[in-house]
């Protein structure tokens, strides 16, 4: 158990729709990270938050969108939904301004875009 | 961002020790190396990282080619449980982890 909630666990959505996920971070981390894993393959960097502004973003384009809030939970928004936004997409907390600092992970939501 | 390459898969036998090898030609100096593993339907979990001198935990260790180019996670006696996908991990200036496609470790009984 890391202490990083990850909600819902599973969703299906339909081509086109939207959808938010919701990342509750370990007690005392101020840095969220979410990552994209389609299956059998490795998790790809989305973008990561820190302090409430988007600190670093990976090759996503603009619907992939995400709120950090003051208790440093966070959301990823992905809007026009495609199929290959199927995947397992994974949230990591940790606390920016440790010497290489270590993630910690949630169990992640599977989404199935239809 | 520097690429690593390892080896799809590996099998032990439960009991024994497992090496999984990493190459990180291209790793800057500064850049840690992680490790994480996957277990089936799980997120990621830490493992260990370093930097240039070998490593150890109460997980595994790891050994940190001179050189910087390679490393060697060492599970010291692979048990059933450490069956899981591992992850070899350059750290970026960002502490932003970029991942590759793993190793998966069968575990044998």
């Known amino acids: 158990e890391t202490g990083v909630t990850q909600s819902p666990t599973h969703l299906i959505k339909t081509r086109g729709q939207q959808v938010t996920l919701r990342c509750s971070s370990q007690?005392?981390?101020?840095?969220v990270s979410w990552y994209q894993q389609a299956l059998g393959q490795g998790p790809q960097f989305i973008f990561q938050?820190?302090?409430?502004?988007?600190?670093g973003r990976g090759n996503f384009p603009p619907r992939f969108s995400g709120l950090q809030f003051p208790n440093y939970s966070s959301e990823l928004n992905v809007n026009a939904l495609e199929l290959d936004d199927s995947a397992l997409y994974l949230c990591?907390?940790?606390?920016?301004?440790?010497?290489?600092?270590?993630?910690?992970f949630g169990p992640g939501t599977r989404l199935l875009v239809l | 961002d520097a690429k690593t390459t390892q080896p799809n898969s590996m099998e032990s036998n439960e009991e024994e020790p497992v090496h999984l090898p990493c190459n990180h030609s291209t790793i800057s100096g500064t850049d840690y190396i992680h490790w994480y593993r996957q277990l089936p339907s799980q997120g990621p979990e830490y493992v260990i990282h370093?930097?240039?001198?070998?490593v150890n935990n109460r997980m595994a260790s790891l050994a940190i080619a001179e050189d910087r180019k390679s490393s060697t996670l060492i599970l010291h006696r692979a048990t059933l449980r450490d069956a899981a996908v591992y992850y070899c991990?350059?750290?970026?200036?960002?502490?932003?982890?970029?991942w590759g496609a793993g190793t998966k470790l069968i575990i044998k009984p």
């Open positions: 990591a907390s940790s606390r920016t301004g440790e010497t290489q600092e270590t993630q910690y």
């Open positions: 991990i350059p750290m970026d200036s960002n502490y932003q982890l970029i």
């Open positions: 938050y820190y302090r409430e502004e988007e600190n």
């Open positions: 007690s005392g981390h101020n840095t």
């Open positions: 370093g930097l240039t001198s070998n």
